[in-house]
Structure formats: structure tokens, C-alpha cells
């Protein structure tokens, strides 16, 4: 069964730190693209960190550039979001999602940060950052 498990989050005051993690299972890690994901409370679910072209580009949301930095570790299946310098507004539940991007559009390719593009999701990690 495939299967991504979200932890790391947490509540922090602003200008702290979190890591989150998403531990794969069920799928063969490196036919996948795992990327992080997040929604607000009334907001849609927006990208957040996504690896976007076959060359492994990282692109980050403008508002955490500086601040977020994602990771990825295939001999443990992990891919690790770090967050510093978190701000109120990072509040939200977080996502990793997984797609095998690479089979449906071939060994060269390019793709958004866009949820629609991900098939399979984890449960999500909450994360809440008071002022």
C-alpha cells in the first residue's frame, strides 16, 4: 500500500524553527516526485516546495524563500522540509504529496507546484506559529 507519513509539526512561537518530515512507503522512491504542499484555515491548498523539472530545480512559494529549505534523502525514503524564521502566516496544515511524474511525462519534463498535479497525499502535519 502506498503511503506518506507526515510529522514534524508543531506549535512555535514566531521566529522559531520546525522540520518536517514525510516518510514514503508502498512505491519505489526514486520513480516519484514528493513535494510539499500547505492549506489554511478558508485558504486553498497551495505549493509550497516542489521539486519542478527532471534536473531537480527546487522551487519555493516567495513567501518562505530564504526561510524554508527543502531536502531529500532516497536511502531513507524522506524527503524533509526545514522551516526557519517562521512567521504567523506559515500557519496551516501541511503536506507532502508524491506522483510518478517522471513515468506520465517522460525522462525530461517540467511541472508547477500545482496540488493538482499530485496524486497521492499524506494526512498532513499541523503547524501553528503564534505571535
Known amino acids: 500500500e502506498m503511503q506518506l507519513v507526515e510529522s514534524g509539526g508543531g506549535l512555535v512561537q514566531a521566529g522559531g524553527s520546525l522540520r518536517l518530515s514525510c516518510v514514503a512507503s508502498?512505491?519505489?522512491?526514486?520513480?516519484?516526485?514528493v513535494s510539499w504542499f500547505r492549506q489554511a484555515p478558508g485558504e486553498d491548498r497551495e505549493g509550497v516546495s516542489c521539486i519542478t523539472n527532471s534536473d531537480g530545480r527546487i522551487y519555493y512559494e516567495d513567501s518562505v524563500k530564504g526561510r524554508f529549505t527543502f531536502s531529500s534523502d532516497s536511502v531513507k525514503r524522506t524527503v524533509y522540509l526545514q522551516m526557519n524564521s517562521l512567521k504567523p502566516e506559515d500557519t496551516a496544515v501541511y503536506f507532502c504529496?508524491?506522483?510518478?511524474?517522471?513515468?506520465?511525462?517522460?525522462?525530461?519534463?517540467?511541472?508547477?507546484?500545482?496540488?493538482?498535479?499530485?496524486?497521492?497525499w499524506g494526512q498532513g502535519t499541523q503547524v501553528t506559529v503564534s505571535s
Open positions: 508502498g512505491f519505489t522512491f526514486d520513480d516519484y516526485v
Open positions: 504529496a508524491a506522483d510518478p511524474i517522471p513515468k506520465k511525462y517522460g525522462p525530461t519534463w517540467y511541472l508547477g507546484c500545482r496540488p493538482g498535479a499530485y496524486e497521492y
